[in-house]
């Protein structure tokens, strides 16, 4: 499909691969759920102006290249993102439930910039990974990733990134701050999903009747 202008597919317009589907031009797109399969999905002639809107759901079980667009996830319900892959640019413009990355083995990687605008980025036992430097990496103004949010610190003195976390309803980030970086190097923060205490509480030191009733 080459799209070099718009293209619309409407509240319930979907793409849905019978074979290998390459998508190209210079155009936007506006579509509902894509599907493709175990076919393979190309993207990688889209160039960075182009935008993929997505307002439903996402499937790719087999080779997805993301081109250097930017595909937004942007329905008013819950979203569902199904499959290990990587997209260059990730952007979370949920008014609903959130996005959710659906099955058991469906870590996404961003590898140049995570927009967070509105809705939950909801993990599961899934991790989000963004592979370039922080603080750049994530660029947020609402929203956060409900889970596991994987940075990866370059190398600096002193070096500071903020982990944007928090549940399905509330923003509760980790700033981080290492006093000096010699190897470039990930973590992976998270926040508890529910109140609650640390599972560890008992043995931590801490008195139980002050402590705070999250844990990161």
């Excluded at 809107?53 to 079980?61: D, E, I, L, P």
């Excluded at 087999?62 to 290990?84: A, D, E, L, M």
């Excluded at 509760?172 to 290492?178: Q, V």
């Amino acid at each position: 499909l080459v799209n070099n202008g718009t293209i619309s597919f409407g509240t319930f317009g979907n793409i849905t691969a019978g074979n290998n589907l390459t998508l190209s031009g210079t155009g936007s797109w506006t579509v509902n759920n894509i599907d493709a399969g175990a076919y393979t999905l190309d993207a990688s002639a889209m160039p960075a102006a182009s935008n993929i809107a997505v307002k439903g759901n996402f499937s790719s079980t087999n080779s997805f290249k993301s081109g250097t667009g930017t595909w937004s996830f942007t329905g008013s319900g819950t979203q569902n993102i199904t499959g290990t892959m990587t997209f260059a640019n990730l952007a979370i413009s949920n008014t609903g439930s959130g996005v959710t990355l659906s099955g058991a083995s469906s870590n996404v990687t961003v590898s140049t910039v995570l927009t967070l605008t509105s809705g939950a980025l909801i993990t599961g036992a899934n991790t989000l990974i963004t592979s370039a430097n922080c603080p750049g990496s994530v660029v947020r103004t609402g929203g956060w990733v409900a889970g596991f949010l994987q940075l990866k610190f370059p190398v600096g003195t002193p070096v500071t990134c903020v982990f944007h976390v928090g549940d399905a309803t509330n923003y509760r980030p980790i700033s981080t701050t290492i006093a000096s970086v010699t190897t470039s190097g990930s973590l992976v923060g998270s926040v508890s999903q529910a109140a609650g205490a640390n599972p560890n509480i008992a043995t931590s030191g801490i008195d139980a009747n002050n402590e705070v009733n999250r844990y990161w």
